[in-house]
């Protein structure tokens, strides 16, 4: 049986930690919970020692607790020690090495992974030091599962609630089990790309990343190593894998060029398909009337090139294709032409969902045509993810 070492800090959101264990004791794992100060403030030591059918740790110098399993004891005899919720404070702690009370000891005492699923107010999880805390956690080989967006507890809206328990529970088994797609590579494109015309002008669209990034943060949760290459957003960085910025789709070309070779090409990024020949001083009005001309020139197209056959194809290229009419048979069409495997396609037309936080898409594969019915973003990326995991079983 594996043995997951539960750590429960302070927070609205750990009661949510109840219902992890259910899951997790459900699945036939191991828990034994440890309860900070602050997190005995929001859920009992006895519902979670009646949910684990264990004994619940929260003191650091407790007789009894040395006695029976000392902390070093306690903090390695797990396959794997998780924290959820994880405050800003105790995550804080663990990227700074402190040590005070019963749970920080034992993040610091374990040779075990660790994995995060912080919930905090959404500045609180926004501020720089809490960004630089994440990143060094990262660095270090921590398991994150990103905090959700929406409303919160304290009445503001953004980054910061827990994510759900099913998402905690299959990062956890994917962190134990390897995940199905443990040692493969993933390239996401995601985001708009900017195409100058002027040195303070552009060419955009409305793409705005979420639906990218969170197939990337899916598929990394499925053991993957992703490279994520996006063009300028401002959704929040997912973690665990490198993450290549760029700005022009000449630059995405670019980097995704020096990303291969990969298993997965997952081309999510809404790519301008001309920029500006010549991008040069800013544009005057010079009084005539007349309007700029604008020299545009086609972009290369990174799905069409990354689906020709050769030794670099991916084994499996997934294209999306965002259309305002004719949805099946445009997208149908648009897999044919560049030759993907797979093409997730949304209708874009008027529907709120580019730049918005719900997907509707058709799945059209060699095998036939799926229908998604509306869904998050984040749902939906761990959908195409499990589909992907299945291809490659
Ligand atoms: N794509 C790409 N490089 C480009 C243009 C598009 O990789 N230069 C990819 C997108 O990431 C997406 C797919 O191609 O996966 C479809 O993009 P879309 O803009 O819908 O297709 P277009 O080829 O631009 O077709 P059209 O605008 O005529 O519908």
Known sequence: MKRILLIVSGGIAAYKALELVRLLTKAGYGVTAVLTKAGAEFVTPLSLQALTGAKVYQDLFSLTDESEMGHIELSRAADLV??????????????????DDLASTLLLATDKP???APAMNVRMWQHPATGANMALLAQRGVLVVPPDEGPMAC???GPGRLAEPPAIFAAIEAALNDGPLKGRHAIVTSGPTHEPIDPVRYLANRSSGKQGHAIAAAL?????????????????????MEIVKVETAREMFAAVQAALPADIAICAAAVADWHVEEAGQK??????????????????????????PGAQRPALVVGFAAETEKLEEHASAKRARK???????????????????????????GQGTAHWARMGKTALARKLADKIGEFFA
């Open 82 to 99: 998780v924290v959820a919720p994880a405050t800003a404070n105790i995550l804080a702690k663990l990227a700074a090495g402190l040590a």
């Open 155 to 157: 009445g503001e809206y």
């Open 114 to 116: 660790v994995l995060v």
């Open 283 to 308: 544009l005057k009005k010079h009084g005539t009337g007349q309007p700029p001309a604008l020299k545009l020139s086609e972009n290369p197209d990174i799905l069409a090139d990354i689906s020709k």
């Open 220 to 240: 990394a949760a499925l053991g993957a190593r992703v490279t994520l290459i996006s063009g300028p957003v401002n959704v929040p960085d997912p973690f665990g």
């Open 339 to 365: 030759g993907c495997d797979w093409i997730v396609a949304n209708n874009v037309g008027g529907t709120g969902i580019m730049g918005g936080d719900e997907n509707e898409v058709l799945l059209i594969t």
